[in-house]
Structure formats: C-alpha cells, structure tokens
C-alpha cells in the first residue's frame, strides 16, 4: 500500500536547512500559504480544487505580467538604468521566484498536499528553475538586437506565462496524484 503524503509528512519533513533557506532568503511564509487556501475556500466553498487554483493562476498571472515589466522599466533611463536594471533583476527576479513558490505550494495545499513534506522540494526547485528561464526572455532581445523597448513586453509576456506554465503543471501534478491515491484505494482487497 502507497502512503498518501500526509502519512509520509511525519518522516518525510523538509530538512531545516531547506526550510531556513525558503525562509530567509526567499522570504518564504508557509502560514500565508494557509492562510490563503484557506480564505478561498472560504469564499468559494462549492467550487473544486481545480477552479480554485485557476482562480490563483488568474491573479497571479497579472500580477507576473506587471512585475515582468517592471523589472525591465529601468532600461528606459540612459546611463544609469543599466546599473538599476541589474539591482532590478536581482530584486525582481527573488520575487518573481517567490511569487510562484507560493503559487505552487496553495494549489498543492488545495489538493490536500502536505506543504511541509520532503516531496515538494523538488517541486519548487522546478519552479526556481522555470522562472530563471522566463526571465531570460528579455535577453534574447537583447541578442537578436532589436529595439531595447521590446525588452518590456518580452518581460511581462513571459513571467506571465511561466506562471500559467508552473499553475497548470501542478494541477496536473496533483491531481495525477489525487487521482493515483483514489485509484489504489478503490482497488484494495477488503480485510475481512
């Protein structure tokens, strides 16, 4: 029999190492995370884990949009917006990474994931990963050699859809998982 990752949790707990790393250096509040789920389901209590999680990607996915762009406004003042640009990226680019961490955390608290287990570090090391990528979209513009305002769309256009990129793909996750756990129980021989 397959434990379900609540089973697992009590063995199975991020390191503190991990968990002082998401905590301070990406600012990473795991009571928010609750807080969140908690609030939606709140709200839209006859909704399914599915809809609440798009309704997540929907807001964070404008919110990706604007602060792609921000992150590359600097590039508008001569001289010293590259040396803003550069403070910007680092700065923009952290929360980016942390907006989508807690994206994929809330939807795989929706789908009744334990946040605080090994199993998700994997998880958000592929979302680290992902908005790295994403954010390399306006350096390509840079290296086709277009006009530097393209810079701007490019930004946002791509932290937008990294963030429906990472939503979809944890809902497809878990509810492969969801689905996985439901099929092994269904199939369990009875005890008698």
Avoid at 6 to 30: A, G, I, P
Avoid at 79 to 107: N, P
Avoid at 108 to 131: H, N, S, Y
């Amino acid at each position: 029999m397959l434990m379900s990752d609540q089973d697992k949790s009590s063995k199975e707990l991020q390191s503190q190492l991990t968990e002082d790393f998401f905590y301070f250096f990406l600012r990473l509040r795991k009571e928010r995370i609750r807080k969140v789920v908690q609030r939606l389901r709140a709200q839209y209590p006859e909704e399914s884990q599915e809809q609440l999680s798009r309704r997540l990607i929907s807001s964070q996915s404008t919110l990706s949009f604007l602060g792609g762009s921000l992150l590359h406004l600097p590039m508008l003042v001569p001289g010293i917006g590259q040396a803003w640009k550069l403070l910007g990226f680092v700065g923009g680019t952290s929360v980016l990474t942390r907006m989508h961490l807690y994206l994929i955390l809330e939807i795989a608290l929706l789908f009744g994931k334990d946040i605080d287990a090994q199993a998700r570090v994997p998880e958000m090391t592929a979302v680290v990963a992902a908005v790295g990528v994403g954010s390399a979209a306006p350096f390509l513009v840079r290296v086709l050699e277009l006009n530097p305002l393209y810079a701007i769309p490019a930004a946002a256009l791509s932290s937008a859809t990294v963030t429906q990129l990472i939503g979809e793909s944890a809902i497809r996750l878990y509810r492969k998982a969801a689905e996985a756990t439901q099929g092994i129980a269904a199939i369990e021989p009875k005890t008698i």
